[in-house]
Nanobody, 119 residues
């Protein structure tokens, strides 16, 4: 069984920083693309950032220059460094990974971690 476990959310003031982490555990052969999504109250879940297995990254326009996605392939972990946070960044953040196991390949989701930006 594969699980994605997130950590690092919380309450931060506007202009502050947070670092989210996501660890993939279980019977994993390889991990392809990894990503972070977020969902604010009353809104659809949106892609925040993604990273390929060789480190190529992509960001939604609203976070470019403020957020940085990275991964540690040896540890099966991904991270999201969030700087200059704004109230509009308030949402539940979910990690996502395309994982190959011995018996097949599937996309997995974490349970979500709340990020609240407020003074």
């Amino acid at each position: 069984q594969v699980q994605l476990v997130e950590s690092g959310g919380g309450l931060v003031q506007p202009g502050g920083s947070l670092r989210l982490s996501c660890a993939a555990t279980g019977s994993i052969r390889s991990i392809y693309d990894m990503a972070w999504y977020r969902q604010a109250p009353g809104k659809q879940r949106e892609l925040v950032a993604s990273i390929t297995s060789d480190g190529s990254t992509n960001y939604t326009d609203s976070v470019k220059g403020r957020f940085t996605i990275s991964r540690d392939n040896a540890k099966n972990e991904e991270y999201l460094q969030m700087n200059s946070l704004k109230p509009d960044d308030t949402a539940v953040y979910y990690c996502n990974a395309d994982i190959r196991r011995r018996l097949g390949r599937a996309v997995y989701w974490g349970q979500g971690t709340q990020v609240t930006v407020s003074s």
